[in-house]
């Protein structure tokens, strides 16, 4: 099985600051890596994918990059609506696999 | 309106059964692979299955291989997972999910299983 190693696991931001997420998979994955947002009680969305991405009504200020086995979410200028839990997932192999997720709180 | 809307969460004792469902609507369902992903409380995304469009093809996670069953009705737009021989590690909010680009880009509210005695 891939194993998908996000960093950091939680990470304490300001509103208007840039952050950066970073997934690591165990093995090449090409450009098979998802990114997504959760919040509490709800359902994940979809954010980037294919690495590179924009979904269809994510705001702009989100962008993904990489290729292989690095890959990196980056937000330009943090949102209150931002403050969140993120998810990689590759969709390359089954089973597919998720990050063990990266909880954005407030700083 | 489209969405995905799951049913057939609750209470099982362990070692019983559950039949989860997830009704869709708005899209044409039968193009499309869809997932069932769970989320134990306070945890991770975690995947569980995928069937293909036509309903011919189905994988699993290894967690829950010989117990879970996948499988799609396409003329009434639903998709199940039969969960059998439950264990306590199985109890989680389930959601299914719709692939698109091999992106999960919708999902439904999610429905709760609580295997506990």
């Known amino acids: 099985d891939i194993q998908m190693t996000q960093s950091p696991s939680s990470l304490s931001a300001s509103v208007r600051d840039r952050v950066t997420i970073t997934c690591r998979a165990s093995?090449?994955?090409?450009?098979?890596l998802n990114w997504y947002q959760q919040k509490p009680g709800k359902a994940p969305k979809l954010l980037i994918y294919?690495?590179?991405s924009l979904q269809s009504g994510a705001p702009s200020r989100f962008s993904g990059s990489g290729s292989g086995t690095d890959f990196t979410l980056t937000i330009s200028s943090l949102q209150p609506e931002d403050f969140a839990s993120y998810y990689c997932?590759?969709?390359?192999?089954?089973?597919?696999?998720f990050g063990q997720g990266t909880k954005l709180e407030i700083k | 309106e489209v969405q995905l809307v799951e049913s057939g969460g609750g209470l099982v004792q362990p070692g019983g059964s559950l039949k989860l469902s997830c009704a869709a609507s708005?899209?044409?369902?039968?193009?499309?692979?869809m997932h069932w992903v769970r989320q134990a409380p306070g945890q991770g995304l975690v995947w569980v299955s995928r069937?293909?469009?036509?309903?011919?093809?189905?994988s699993n996670a290894d967690s829950v291989k010989g117990r879970f069953t996948i499988s799609r009705d396409n003329a009434k737009n639903t998709l199940y997972l039969q969960m059998n021989s439950l264990r306590a590690e199985d109890t989680a909010v389930y959601y299914c999910?719709?692939?698109?680009?091999?992106?999960?880009?919708?999902w439904g509210q999610g429905t709760m299983v609580t295997v506990s005695s």
């Open positions: 999910a719709r692939d698109w680009n091999d992106g999960l880009d919708m």
């Open positions: 708005g899209f044409t369902f039968r193009t499309h692979w």
């Open positions: 069937i293909s469009g036509d309903g011919s093809t189905t």
């Open positions: 093995q090449s994955i090409g450009n098979y």
């Open positions: 294919a690495a590179s």
């Open positions: 997932q590759q969709s390359y192999s089954t089973p597919q696999t």
